[in-house]
T-cell receptor, first 112, second 109 residues
Framework: DGGITQSPKYLFRKEGQNVTLSCEQNLNHDAMYWYRQDPGQGLRLIYY???????QKGDIAEGYSVSREKKESFPLTVTSAQKNPTAFYLC???????????FGPGTRLTVL | GQNIDQPTEMTATEGAIVQINCTYQTSGFNGLFWYQQHAGEAPTFLSYNVLDGLEEKGRFSSFLSRSKGYSYLLLKELQMKDSASYLCAVRDRDYKLSFGAGTTVTVRA
């Protein structure tokens, strides 16, 4: 089945540790996105990539990093510089600039 | 940038109709999306409007007025499974999405 996978679903880390969230898609989509969702707030864009080996900062990129070495994969690293990393992280992909975004199941990160 | 407003919560009875409004201000408009999100799950696509007017898809319809910066999502014949958060999102001239905070709809028996 085609879709987007994120792993793990729940992740716990100690403060000061970097952590990498996985996002893989087999939809053959060029564009991929990372969002953060906090209670009572809309999804906020962290980073996005419209093609392999290229990516741009979104609205809240500070404390995060990404890579796009393969079309299928767009991992997000939450660094120790991110002041408030506990959140629900959603990855999405898009097949064309006019199409809708498809979302993965999300990873809930808790930093203790 | 975008400024997107939608009500925080709405409650309705099973079988009834609910209308969720969304107003937006944007520096460039390339379409408006509605997504449904159940608690702890991924948003799923419901509808897309880029031209003025009504788009109907089964029990769900979405309306857009670009001149007024206004959209609504209409949910008819409400079912218990429609209890969820509904997200309004606007695509800008760079094809990025900006999301409203979401409207939590609770359907009562």
């Amino acid at each position: 089945d085609g879709g987007i996978t994120q792993s793990p679903k729940y992740l716990f880390r100690k403060e000061g540790q970097n952590v990498t969230l996985s996002c893989e898609q087999n939809l053959n989509h060029d564009a991929m996105y990372w969002y953060r969702q906090d209670p009572g707030q809309g999804l906020r864009l962290i980073y996005y990539s419209q093609i392999v080996n290229d990516f741009q900062k979104g609205d809240i990129a500070e404390g995060y990093s990404v890579s796009r070495e393969k079309k299928e994969s767009f991992p997000l690293t939450v660094t120790s510089a991110q002041k408030n990393p506990t959140a629900f992280y959603l990855c999405a992909s898009q097949g064309s600039e006019w199409g809708e975004q498809f979302f993965g199941p999300g990873t809930r990160l808790t930093v203790l | 940038g975008q400024n997107i407003d939608q009500p925080t919560e709405m409650t309705a009875t099973e079988g009834a109709i609910v209308q969720i409004n969304c107003t937006y201000q944007t520096s460039g408009f390339n379409g408006l999306f509605w997504y449904q999100q159940h608690a702890g799950e991924a948003p799923t696509f419901l509808s897309y409007n880029v031209l003025d007017g009504l788009e109907e898809k089964g029990r769900f319809s979405s309306f857009l007025s670009r001149s007024k910066g206004y959209s609504y999502l209409l949910l008819k014949e409400l079912q218990m499974k429609d209890s969820a958060s509904y997200l309004c999102a606007v695509r800008d001239r760079d094809y990025k999405l900006s999301f409203g905070a979401g409207t939590t709809v609770t359907v009562r028996a």
